[in-house]
């Protein structure tokens, strides 16, 4: 249960620097990327259980950084009054959030 809390509290975290860092992504203090990182880890489990492991981010293939933009524009679309999110900011925040994610300890993801 506390593996669960860190991983959203460090998905949050990395959205937020993220949007610091990207132009086209707004987030809306710590509160507004905490629940828009629950929002995204919700859609891409969703998308992984519809579509499949090669949808999954994890995979760090094209369809996975495809699916990990979509996911964050889709829910900056669904929730727009915690992330907002242009197409470019979508597939810039897939980048850093993918080379990030490469970086975090597997304890924590």
Request: glycine share 10%; net charge positive.
């Amino acid at each position: 249960m506390i593996n669960t809390v860190i991983r959203f509290v460090v998905s949050a975290v990395v959205l937020m620097f993220v949007s610091w860092l990207t132009p086209g992504v707004e987030v809306s203090g710590f509160w507004g990327a905490l629940f828009a990182s629950l929002v995204i880890a919700g859609l891409g489990y969703l998308a992984q259980s519809l579509l499949g492991k090669n949808a999954s981010p994890a995979n760090r293939g094209f369809i996975g950084f495809l699916s990990s933009a979509i996911i964050i524009w889709l829910t900056s679309a669904l929730f727009p009054g915690w992330l907002q999110v242009n197409w470019v900011g979508a597939a810039i925040a897939a980048i850093l959030i993918g080379l990030v994610d490469a970086v975090v300890p597997t304890a924590l993801r």
